[in-house]
């Protein structure tokens, strides 16, 4: 069988000159020492490697399960999978791509290979190259891996039963994909006909019944839209942890958990979280989510031209239907379907104020307190971006003044949230040249241990 992978390129005089991320392109890594990294990577594909075994479909009771055994490296023994509705059955393909997408963060925190004993999508491949490129220059503490592949297959959906499906959480980012795409001028056919809803993303998977409340509401949106709901799992989450935190994970957990529908899932939609005029590295990007199209589906990082501010007003506040079942909550405290007064919440209810929509709403309560809107959590680069979006959108659209004058008290850097974000400032550099330095080391220790 063929085999794909990343390997390391030594010049003549047995001197690493560079290695390949992908068949066919020389690459000297990024601004590093490129022999260094290139030692290391060799090394590590001879003693390090993590290896995805046994790929399969097994049918459940109401579910059709696509599973593989990871060996190696503290992951040992740990049994991933992904979970589908049985109506899906035809479209679940027992396929290496959604374990490479789901497997790759951890194994390039770990210094680890990635081996994979099954097929995968050539052009994908192509793109975890690039994909590593990006994430190695965004965060140190990742580095660049060797990905194998026993084999490489084009899996095609046939043209005429293929689907267009977007993820739907139920948020602001949700509803304006599904809701642009509706208005768009797109054939019946090109326009998104599924909605993908994933346990164990942002609900734990032991949350069966708030999962079940959140499930409930957004079939009432799919019926009211004519989509079909499609209600996915996996327990990939566990995989998460220092340093790959779930802002940089949780993309290419989605796209993992779509890469097994390939059957039938010709294009995927995205929905985005920010602007491009604020983007930063994170985990979902216009830059990194498309790297992971197959040859049969398209991946779309959509609703970058717009803010939240304009995502309401444009769609969101004049659409019913989202204003009754929209799901901003991270924090959904007491199985509220959206508690109210967390960041998220808060900043929400600001973007319905500005489109003069708040009273409508009926999935988030219409009081908004001066006093709640000073005292908002503004912590972090997202926080603050959407905060003086909201700011913009008051003052724009002429505001409370009492508003605009609260939500800037709590923008202010002697806010509680802004003297917290003026320290991570301050410390995050410094933490950023311990992990640069400490990557040698870390090397140096593995290679003593192995020997």
Known sequence: MPRVQCHKESSSQGQASGYNHRVGRHHRGPARDSATIGWRVDQLTERRVL??????????????????????????????????????????????????????LPVMARGAALRVEGPVSSRMMQGVGTFMDVICGWWPEFEHVAVEADETDVVRSTPDLGFVASSFSGGVDSFYTLLKNEHSDLPRQEKISRLLFIHGYDIALDR?????????????????CDKELIQVSTNARQLAGEPVTWGRYHATVLIAVT?????????????????????????SHPRTDPLWSTESLEIIHDGCEATRVEKVLAYVSKSQVALDNLRVCWESQKGMYNCGVCEKCMRTKLNLEIAGVLHKAGALDSTLRYKDVKKMRVYGNHAERFARDNLQGLIAHGGDPRLIKALRKALSPWSRSGRKQFRRKLTRPVENAFKRMLRPLAGWVGQAHDG
């Open 51 to 104: 290896s995805v075994t046994g790929i399969e479909c097994v049918a459940g009771e109401s579910y059709v399960e696509l599973r593989a055994r990871l060996s190696g490296e503290d992951l040992d023994g740990f049994e991933l999978w992904f979970r589908y509705p049985t109506s899906c059955s035809d479209a679940v393909c027992a396929c290496g791509d959604p374990f490479v997408a789901a497997l790759l």
């Open 208 to 224: 069966a019944d708030f999962h079940r409340a959140v499930v409930d509401r957004l079939e009432v949106v799919a019926k009211a």
């Open 259 to 283: 890469l097994g529908l390939q059957g039938r899932l010709r294009r995927l939609y995205i929905p985005a979280s920010y602007p491009y005029a604020d983007l930063f590295p994170w985990g």
